[in-house]
């Protein structure tokens, strides 16, 4: 069932915030790191939204 939910992400079917609804911020920001190219910026706004329960 994740692995659908993360691909309706990855496709753009869902928002990031959608997908934090159904598997949790932890999870979401997992997948989103798997999404997004990682540069300093983002790898810092997801140091932030992990941070922040």
Known sequence: MKQEIANA???DDITFEELKDLVGHEESANFRLLKEPLTDKFADE???ELADP
């Open 9 to 11: 992400f990855y496709d």
């Open 46 to 48: 997801v140091a932030e």
